[in-house]
């Protein structure tokens, strides 16, 4: 059965304070991995897609790494507006094109 | 360019009663798929269409049910609303056959009471 697993749950950042986040996967066949960031009472917000094992991926202060189990998010010298839930979602070969299955999320909470 | 919009963003019902949710996607998307997320969980997938057709479906009843239109957009129907109904409900549009990115819309929270 696949399975999308994020960790930790929920993580409390100072300002400034790079930490990473974790998206373990096991599925039959990987597609593509995307990482969203969700607002409270939003839609996730695309951030990025990685297709293979040792593609990263960066914008502003996050950069997104994934290997053949695990997708890391790292989050550099993080400011308040970066408090959100980020989320992984997976595509599976074997799976309609438009299906995404999601973890349940990290809440990233960066206080000044 | 207009990103996805859905309407209407609230909600309120009573159970049993049925809901029609609706998706504009991205000007020249094909590709809308619906999901369903409860507080504190990730998106479920309910359904993708590509070019008017169903082409893929989650593990929801039948009481939902969804079709794409001429001009791409698109509806979510439930009937016979239930409490565990309530959530968010997201609408993603992609621009091609594929699992390149989806955009999400801002949702609809749904309140059954």
């Known amino acids: 059965e696949d399975q999308v697993t994020q960790s930790p749950e929920a993580l409390r950042l100072q300002e400034g304070e790079s930490s990473s986040l974790n998206c373990s996967y096991t599925?039959?066949?990987?597609?593509?991995l995307f990482w969203y960031r969700q607002d409270p009472g939003k839609g996730p917000e695309f951030l990025f897609t990685?297709?293979?094992a040792g593609e990263e991926k960066e914008k502003e202060r996050l950069k997104a790494t994934l290997t053949k189990k695990e997708s890391f998010l790292h989050i550099t010298a993080p400011k308040p507006e970066d408090s959100a839930t980020y989320l992984c979602?997976?595509?599976?070969?074997?799976?309609?094109?438009?299906?995404?299955?999601f973890g349940a999320g990290t809440q990233v909470v960066v206080t000044p | 360019d207009a990103g996805v919009t859905q309407s209407p963003t609230h909600l309120i019902k009573t159970r049993g009663q049925h809901v029609t949710l609706r998706c504009s996607p991205i000007?020249?998307?094909?590709?809308v798929s619906w999901y369903q997320q409860v507080l504190g969980q990730g998106p479920q997938f309910i359904f993708q269409?590509?070019?008017?057709?169903?082409?893929g479906r989650g593990n929801f009843p039948d009481r939902f049910s969804a079709r794409q239109f001429p001009n791409y957009s698109s509806e979510l129907n439930v009937n016979a609303l239930l409490l565990g109904d309530s959530a968010l409900y997201l609408c993603?549009?992609?621009?091609?056959?594929?699992?390149?990115?989806?955009?999400f819309g801002q949702g609809t929270r749904l309140t059954v009471v």
């Open positions: 990685l297709y293979s």
């Open positions: 269409y590509y070019e008017k057709e169903e082409r």
């Open positions: 979602a997976v595509g599976v070969k074997r799976d309609s094109w438009g299906k995404l299955q």
């Open positions: 993603a549009s992609s621009g091609r056959q594929g699992n390149t990115e989806a955009f």
């Open positions: 599925v039959s066949g990987l597609r593509g």
């Open positions: 000007s020249g998307h094909k590709s």
